[in-house]
């Protein structure tokens, strides 16, 4: 008897697992036709596309148990997704694997005002936290750029961060507790509503873990008071030298704006036709820094920051009167992904973090870089962690420029690392930057990442293949790697 060819065994395949996951969810809830399981193609990352063979809707924790059991017990891998805004890939399908989009999860099931705690569900926005506690005086402080579309479960497994993370931190320092379901069907709590829980830190460990260790189905977040005002400081630089060492100067001085952000003048003339906000196309940076806090305390902190930009080389300084120019100020820098789409049929973002005193180094290697790769580049970045945003542009329609923003971005991620950084801040490491964790961590470290990932999921079903390398791929990676002047990437392994 002839095996059966392979398009008809994977048809039989997902013939098999739709039937399944209809035992346990509503049939409506089970989507399996192209038609209906081509927006889960990809996240962010739109480059890298692949339908998967099913998307699973569950509404509630019992449906979420009920599809990783049937999973478990049909050996299907699953990538789990929220809004699919990520921008690395960690939610890219698996071709004979399932989706499981917990966008249904979408209820903020308690806000307390008097311990500033809000539970939620996954599928709810990150800014739909801030508009719920805004009537008590509080607020959710990470916010990135697509927090008007992310939701916190994603944010938890990427660990997002935002403008405001120099002063209020990244996802992992706002969220208390973690309640999610392992491979095994087994709901775990990780945290509590306490300033400490006992045990391991496995709440540490799980958020930004790329959902490879479990489903969230519940978060407790940490909400903040609203500052009774806030002033932004608009400084212009002549130099990317000089701007990139006024933020290093601004931390030194003891100062932690709520937050400092900085942008090359690619970047300015990129948004300023966009939103209008009043920024100056020709200065070679141009730096932002907010202070939050009582009407005494900000006065005082933007004077202090004043003298700090005068003196490292400002050539023009403009501060917010109202809340409405603060927010002008901040929507160039909030819309500067959209705003590429004006200047280059595409972009590729880039996210590596580096120590604030190499900022100016790492702007001027990018600057060089641009010139090896006969590619632009838009630098837009959270200056005061050193989180590093730059936009590579490109036309994907002409051959072989999608192959060199690629090598691009490998080459600045390794810059990154060269200086004492990491190649990810906040965008995680999916499959974009898996072959860059062969630069950053030796094997010995990366077996360590699967001793966790083992700990959790031994069968390799959650997200399975991304942000851990193989020894094999890293070998493969070490045959094309090479170093040539600028030129520091070669072809690498493809998907």
């Known amino acids: 008897m002839n095996a059966p060819s392979a398009p008809g065994f994977a048809m039989a395949r997902q013939r098999e697992v739709v039937a399944a996951l209809r035992e346990v969810l509503p049939t409506a809830a089970v989507l399996f036709n192209e038609e209906d399981t081509r927006p889960y193609e990809c996240d962010g990352l739109s480059a890298y596309r692949q339908l998967p063979m099913v998307v699973a809707l569950p509404e509630n924790e019992a449906q979420v148990i009920a599809v990783l ?114 491979i095994d069907g087994e709901v775990v709590e990780l945290g509590n509503e306490g300033l400490d829980a006992p045990g391991l830190d496995l709440l540490a460990v799980f958020i930004g873990s790329e959902g490879m260790l479990g489903v969230v189905t519940e978060v407790t977040v940490k909400l903040v008071p609203k500052p009774q005002t806030a002033r932004v400081i608009m400084a212009s630089f002549d130099d990317v030298v000089k701007g990139g060492n006024a933020v290093a100067n601004v931390i030194a001085a003891g100062i932690i704006p709520a937050g400092l952000e900085m942008m090359d003048k690619t970047s300015s003339r990129m948004v300023e036709p966009f939103v209008k906000a009043g920024y100056d196309t020709d200065a070679a940076a141009i730096l932002l820094c907010e202070s939050d806090g009582t009407t005494e305390e900000v006065d005082e902190e933007i004077a202090h920051m004043t003298d700090v930009l005068k003196a490292s080389g400002a050539t023009a300084i403009a501060v917010s009167r109202d809340e409405a120019e603060r927010l002008k100020f901040w929507s160039g820098r909030k819309n500067a992904f959209p705003a590429a789409g004006r200047i280059s049929p595409d972009y590729y973002c880039m996210d590596g973090t580096i120590p604030r005193k190499h900022l100016a180094e790492v702007l001027l290697g990018i600057a060089e870089m641009e010139k090896t790769y006969e590619l632009r580049c838009a630098n837009v970045f959270h200056a005061g962690d050193g989180n590093l945003h730059p936009l590579i542009l490109f036309d994907a329609n002409t051959p072989g420029e999608f192959d060199r923003a690629e090598k691009f971005g490998a080459a600045i991620l390794e810059l990154c690392v060269e200086v004492g950084g990491t190649i990810t801040g906040e965008h995680g490491v999916g499959i974009e930057k898996i072959n860059s964790m062969c630069v950053q961590y030796s094997s010995e470290e990366r077996e360590a990442f699967f001793g966790v990932k083992r700990a959790f999921d031994t069968a390799f079903l959650l997200n399975p293949d991304k942000a851990i390398p193989t020894l094999h791929r890293c070998a493969e990676y070490g045959k094309m790697h090479v170093r040539a002047g600028q030129q520091k990437f070669a072809d690498l392994p493809r998907f």
């Open 69 to 182: 059991n049937t999973c478990r017990r049909l050996a299907v891998q699953i990538v789990p997704r929220g809004a699919g805004t990520g921008l690395s890939g960690g939610a890219t399908p698996i071709a004979d694997g399932v989706v499981l989009s917990t966008a249904r999860l979408n209820r903020i099931v308690k806000l307390d005002p008097y311990a500033r705690t809000a539970v939620v569900q996954p599928g709810v926005r990150n800014l739909a936290i801030s508009e719920a506690a805004s009537p008590h005086g509080l607020y959710y402080a990470p916010d990135p750029s697509s927090q008007i579309a992310c939701t916190i479960g994603g944010n938890v497994a990427e660990n997002s961060g935002g403008v405001h993370c120099l002063k209020y931190g990244l996802t992992v320092h706002n969220v208390l507790r973690v309640r999610m379901v392992t």
